[in-house]
């Protein structure tokens, strides 16, 4: 049986489709990777949300249609790998150039989360979350937590979930010699569930 909240939204959206109405998605995962290894990520966080995915290019920018989905989405998940502590050039450009949107409150009670990838089990990954962070607290929006307990015990494996034990967002590992498809699956399951999460909290929000 479908949540009383979830089955308004659901119902709501499908009265739009029915009326032939092109609807924008609620979430918006927007993200920059540099080897393919955060975008996998950033595919698991938007199975979950049943989010669009918005690729930030190798020159650091989106196109006008990209920003009309960000301003019209009800929730935004920021994806960047940690280079040097901290998130990308390319993502820090998108970020300075949300500028304008910040000046006029133009994603003020928005939802956000975030996620970030490195080689490192550590890799300074805690900064770059905090830096996602801080974007979304710029913009006036509601931070969505991770929201997991994590797996840290001796007898944790690749398979469980939370395994870096991140809070505030989602942190996963990529080997520096791991192909894409090396991802521990833990990590790739963990943010699946917080893309989730986000959906669960978005729509609580939207119902309201």
Same mark, same amino acid.
């Given at each position: 049986m479908l949540h009383p909240i979830r089955n308004r939204a659901?119902?709501?959206? $499908?009265?739009?489709? %029915? /009326?032939?109405?092109?609807?924008? /998605? @609620?979430?918006?995962? *927007?993200?920059?990777? !540099?080897?393919?290894?955060? %975008? %996998?990520? +950033?595919?698991? *966080?938007?199975?979950? +949300? /049943? +989010?669009?995915?918005?690729?930030i290019s190798e020159n650091g920018e989106l196109t006008e249609a990209d920003w009309a989905k960000l301003n019209a989405a009800k929730a935004i998940v920021f994806g960047s790998p940690t280079y040097m502590g901290n998130v990308s050039w390319q993502f820090k450009k998108f970020a300075d150039a949300t500028s304008r949107i910040w000046y006029n409150r133009g994603w003020q009670d928005k939802i956000f989360g975030g996620f970030t990838n490195s080689a490192s089990p550590v890799g300074d990954k805690g900064l770059t979350l905090s830096a996602l962070?801080?974007?979304? #607290?710029?913009?006036?929006?509601?931070? *969505? #937590?991770?929201?997991? $307990?994590?797996? =840290?015990?001796?007898?944790?494996?690749?398979? @469980?979930? =939370?395994?870096? !034990?991140? #809070?505030? !967002? $989602?942190? *996963?590992?990529?080997? /520096?010699d791991a192909s894409v498809d090396e991802i521990p699956q833990g990590h790739l399951d963990t943010a699946v569930a917080y893309g989730k999460r986000i959906a669960a909290i978005s729509a609580r929000f939207s119902a309201a």
């Open positions: 659901m119902q709501k959206r $499908l009265t739009h489709l %029915k /009326a032939g109405k092109q609807t924008m /998605a @609620d979430i918006i995962v *927007v993200y920059h990777s !540099g080897f393919g290894h955060t %975008k %996998k990520v +950033a595919e698991h *966080v938007a199975q979950g +949300a /049943a +989010a669009e995915l918005v690729a962070q801080t974007l979304a #607290s710029q913009h006036g929006g509601l931070w *969505v #937590s991770l929201g997991q $307990l994590p797996s =840290n015990t001796k007898a944790t494996q690749p398979t @469980d979930p =939370n395994t870096l !034990g991140g #809070s505030v !967002g $989602l942190l *996963v590992q990529s080997p /520096a």
